[in-house]
């Protein structure tokens, strides 16, 4: 099948996100696909120009060897809410120009704006469209002013959409009462590449080289440093603490809003010896920091974006045979239950003590495999298979 891929995020500098591995997986089993993306970080990153010109990245592979994607990004004026609505305008062009040229089976949709445009387009041309929801997506939108907009359109392509894909029962439950047809909504979890992500992984090089000893307890973050993602609150109670567990170190896999904080907090309380901040690494050395650690986290706080989603790098961690500490995000709670390897507790600020408790008890191993027994069976394949089905039923 051809496949558009719609979303309003950057295909490259994000992820790999669940559609990153879901694509590529049905690339290798023959799928054509397209994706038309959005340089998110065109204010940080991007080319000092005032319109950026239309790009096209050809056989483009994130996560698997010889997946064949192909990006197309349109141009966009570079002035700040500018940008939105040029994006608006060059989206619909291209989503058009793909229709033409490409003649797609389906149309995929994330986040809103571009979503909505691709439904009155794929409805017009008799085209099938899945709306595919990883995150309650008007809840990321920055100006709260236009939450309530976004949360009015994301009805109107809930209720038209021929397929409605979620990655939770908690996201479910949300978009069923958004008005979703419930004999057209599918939950497809988060899947893992077992090849990829295994216990058997050596972390070694990774503790070398970031100065770890042999009997040094390692906490891992990895992801998007999110303002929310309560790792300031983390880092501070380290601070409290830090003479009194010199061998318990924190370490922090990627870049984000909050990294500046971050350092900063680290450099006032001299925790240059207790926490570890890598910044952004490439996803493929993602497994060897996972088995460099002992327990994983995500001290998030329970806002509008956390609470009903469950990041795919919980997975990667269970997989590894990690136990992770959360905070008590409904999403997360529902998702994998009690007694499952997955520990929560009430504050961003209690996750340090949490794990304090499974290395004086000596659960890691124990709770670690807990989490592995969970996640076994979540192979991504199995839910390539299932999303092949869900097109096919729409042809």
Known sequence: MKILLLQETDWFEKGPLQQHHLMERLSLKGHEIRVIDYEIVWKTHGKKELKSKREVFENVSKVYDGANITVIRPPIIKIPTLDYISLLITRQKEIERQISEFKPDVIVGFQ????????????????????????????????????????????????????????????????????????????????????????EISGNKVRKKFGLQNNDIVLLFVGWLYNFSGLQEVVKEIAKVKNDYKKIKFMVVGEGDAFNEILNLVK????????????????????????????????????????????????????????????????????????????????????????????????????????????????????????????????
């Open 268 to 395: 006032e309380n001299k925790l240059e010896d207790h926490v570890i901040l890598t910044g952004k690494q490439p996803f493929e050395s993602v497994p060897n920091f996972i088995a460099a650690s002992d327990i994983c986290l995500l001290p998030s706080h329970n806002n509008e974006i956390m609470k009903d989603i469950v990041p795919i790098k919980f997975y990667e961690y269970m997989a590894m045979k990690k136990p992770v500490i959360s905070t008590k995000l409904p999403g997360v709670m529902r998702e994998f239950g009690e007694d499952n390897g997955v520990l929560y507790v009430a504050k961003p600020e209690k996750v340090f003590y949490e794990a304090l408790k499974l290395i004086k008890n000596d659960f890691i191993q124990i709770e670690g495999k807990k989490a592995f027994n969970f996640v076994e069976k979540n192979d991504w394949d199995d839910i390539a298979c299932d999303f092949e089905k869900i097109m096919g039923d729409l042809k």
């Open 112 to 199: 809103i704006l571009t979503p909505y445009l691709g439904l009155k387009i794929a409805r017009r041309n008799n085209i099938p469209f899945i709306y595919y929801w990883t995150d309650v997506y008007h809840a990321q939108i920055p100006f709260k002013l236009y939450r309530p907009l976004g949360k009015l359109i994301e009805k109107k392509i809930l209720k038209r959409s021929n397929a409605v894909v979620v990655i939770n029962d908690v996201l479910k439950d949300f978009v069923l009462a958004m008005g979703s047809d419930p004999n057209k909504t599918y939950v497809e979890k988060a899947g893992m590449d077992f090849s990829r992500f295994n216990s």
